[in-house]
């Protein structure tokens, strides 16, 4: 029983050490909270917005502007 409260108390002081260690090193996003504002820009008169799709294994392409088909 004494073994295992002493191993116990080490893992709870490496623990709160290593958090404090990590508390310091945190960056603040310089970005605003929220999302960002959605901008469509159109280049060109003849083109067409192409939506966004899921591809191979789950991976999302965006949409974007590109020439009519």
Excluded: Q
Aim: hydrophobic share 45%; with cysteine.
């Amino acid at each position: 029983m004494p073994h295992t409260l002493g191993r116990r108390l080490r893992l709870a002081a490496v623990s709160v050490g290593s958090a404090a260690a990590l508390a310091g090193c945190y960056v603040v996003p310089a970005a605003p909270p929220g999302p960002p504002p959605a901008v469509l820009v159109r280049p060109a008169p003849a083109a067409c917005w192409h939506p966004g799709w899921w591809g191979r294994w789950g991976r999302w392409h965006p949409g974007h502007w590109g020439a009519c088909r």
